[in-house]
């Protein structure tokens, strides 16, 4: 049980274009999704927590008018990395959190890169 | 000051050393703490949960929560190949709404048979 999946696992894009990331819970009911970015040999860096039905709360730093997060329902959350630029290339991973509990399980992550 | 403090290593190993992974909290009303694996190129795989302090057990897996001292060790016994990849703490204060995990920047480990 509590598996997650992300898709693409990998996106290769140009410069300027905009990116979809999908990030399922797919057998259980994500309340809370929560998305991180990590850079090679680096912990993860939370970007934004989603609640489904509700606006994201980004971390400082982080644009929301850049990483457009949308969580529709209690099994799906979206990612959208808009006008992508080479700096936005990164390893991306999403988490989910079921109501009450305090872990959270991952997906196996999308990598990004821009062109 | 960052809230949770983990040696990067690298740390190697022969097959079947135990393996002692740390870290180090400041926050106090941190209560749940967790070990996360990670291979190269993947998402992190929860292998551990413990909301007390003491010792918590799964095969050659031992969790150890020292409360008093902000102190949670992960120790590997007969390490084996296999569990080569980078181990990232990570802990909650149960009075986050949001339950926001707060983790250290990963142990990279090397098993070499």
């Known amino acids: 049980g509590a598996v997650v999946s992300q898709h693409p696992s990998w996106v290769i894009c140009k410069s300027g274009t905009s990116v979809k990331i999908e990030c399922r819970s797919l057998?259980?009911?994500?309340?809370?999704m929560f998305w991180y970015r990590q850079f090679p040999k680096q912990s993860l860096m939370l970007m934004a927590t989603s609640n489904e039905g509700s606006k994201a709360t980004y971390e400082q730093g982080v644009e929301k008018d850049k990483f457009l997060i949308n969580h529709a329902s209690l099994t799906l959350s979206t990612l959208t990395v808009t006008s992508a630029h080479p700096e936005d290339s990164s390893f991306y991973i999403c988490?989910?959190?079921?109501?009450?509990?305090?872990?959270?399980?991952f997906g196996p992550g999308t990598r990004l890169t821009v062109l | 000051q960052k809230e949770v403090e983990q040696d990067p290593g690298p740390l190697s190993v022969p097959e079947g050393a135990i393996v002692s992974l740390n870290c180090t909290y400041s926050n106090s009303a941190f209560q749940y703490f967790m070990w996360y694996r990670q291979y190269s190129r993947k998402g992190p795989e929860l292998l551990m949960y413990t909301y007390s302090s003491g010792n918590k057990e799964d095969g050659r897996f031992t969790a150890q929560v020292d409360k008093s001292s902000k102190y949670i060790s992960l120790f590997i016994r007969d390490s084996q190949p296999s569990d080569s990849a980078t181990y990232l703490c990570a802990m909650s204060d149960r009075g986050s709404t949001l339950g926001r995990l707060y983790f250290g920047r990963g142990t990279q480990l090397t098993v070499w048979p």
């Open positions: 057998d259980f009911q994500a309340t809370t």
């Open positions: 988490s989910a959190r079921v109501a009450g509990a305090d872990t959270q399980y």
